[in-house]
Nanobody
Framework: QVQLVESGGGLVQPGGSLRLSCAASGFTLDRYTIGWFRQAPGKEREGISCIRSSDGSRYYADSMKGRFTISKDNAKNTVYLQMNSLKPEDTAVYYC????????????????WGKGTLVTVSS
């Protein structure tokens, strides 16, 4: 049974950092590509980054480059999203998702989803 569990969200002040984790079970990261997405209140879900199963190649949405870094630890079957210089507009529920294929930042292209973790950026 494929399962994704996000953690690491919380309240952070503007300019602060958080590292989100996505623990995968039921499959291994060398077979599934993992993406990070977020959804702010009243907005559509948007892609942040993905890391390819085959070689660990990383892709980012243009608006996310520079502040967000995706990585993975195959031994722990966990993918991370390091978020720096956070802004109030980064407030959203952050999701990880898996697909048995190529990297995509389109939510419709993913096969499995976690339940999300809330990130609130506020002073």
């Amino acid at each position: 049974q494929v399962q994704l569990v996000e953690s690491g969200g919380g309240l952070v002040q503007p300019g602060g950092s958080l590292r989100l984790s996505c623990a995968a079970s039921g499959f291994t990261l060398d077979r599934y590509t993992i993406g990070w997405f977020r959804q702010a209140p009243g907005k559509e879900r948007e892609g942040i980054s993905c890391i390819r199963s085959s070689d660990g190649s990383r892709y980012y949405a243009d608006s996310m480059k520079g502040r967000f870094t995706i990585s993975k630890d195959n031994a722990k079957n966990t993918v991370y999203l390091q978020m720096n210089s956070l802004k109030p507009e980064d407030t959203a529920v952050y999701y990880c998702a898996a697909v048995a294929g190529f990297c995509t930042l389109y939510a419709d292209g993913m096969d499995y989803w976690g339940k999300g973790t809330l990130v609130t950026v506020s002073s």
